[in-house]
């Protein structure tokens, strides 16, 4: 994660298992599931969203 706070990347790992038993209750499919969790955290990590996240959330 090149330029992002780690910090992402902890709560992703905080919370990884729980979104993907989630998404396994929608999909059915726990490989796929495990796809989406990962796809979302990747847009999310990516996103310019995450820039506007954090300013509203750390001051």
Not at 48 to 51: C, E, I, K, L
């Given at each position: 994660m090149v330029g992002r706070d780690?910090?992402?990347l902890d709560i992703f790992v905080a919370h990884r298992q729980k979104l993907t038993d989630y998404a396994n209750g929608i999909v059915k499919d726990?490989?796929?599931a495990e796809d989406l969790v990962q796809e979302?955290?990747?847009r999310?990590?990516?996103a310019?969203?995450?820039?506007e996240f954090q300013d509203?959330?750390?001051r």
């Open positions: 780690t910090g992402y726990a490989a796929r979302a955290f990747l999310f990590n990516t310019d969203v995450v820039d509203k959330t750390i």
